[in-house]
């Protein structure tokens, strides 16, 4: 709807502006909007990581990747939160799956950033 594009307007300009709580209430209004738009979750989960709430990132992740399975970017926000809070192993299994995807719909163009992360969860684990 309009209304949600103008919030997700607001969110990605706050964002911009470092202005993490108030990108947070963008996008909390955006998903109020348009409840069935991954991105709401997936940008709401990318100022919770910048404010330290790991946690909260995560299930607006899956939120976002039950909305839409081939977002790849949620999966690679997921994947980076879950090494934050020392979960390696499900990184790991986040990054198996965003690989995936990534090469089924968009030819790989996130293989790297998926590899960096493997490789950080990897050495972080042993």
């Known amino acids: ?9 607001e969110g990605k300009e706050y964002f911009t502006k470092s202005d993490w709580p108030n990108a947070v209430k963008a996008y909390t209004e955006m998903i109020k909007r348009a409840p069935e738009d991954a991105r709401g979750y997936s940008n709401r989960a990318a100022a919770l990581a910048k404010l330290m709430s790991f946690p909260e990132a995560i299930a607006d992740c899956n939120k976002a990747i039950e909305k839409d399975p081939n977002f790849v970017r949620a999966y690679i926000r997921k994947a980076t939160a879950q090494i934050a809070v020392k979960e390696y192993a499900s990184a790991l299994e986040t990054l198996d799956a965003a690989r995936t995807k990534d090469a089924e719909v968009n030819n790989g163009s ?16 042993f």
């Open 1 to 9: 709807s309009m209304k949600a594009e103008e919030a997700r307007l």
């Open 110 to 125: 996130s293989a790297r950033e998926i590899d960096q992360l493997y490789y950080k969860a990897s050495q972080q684990r």
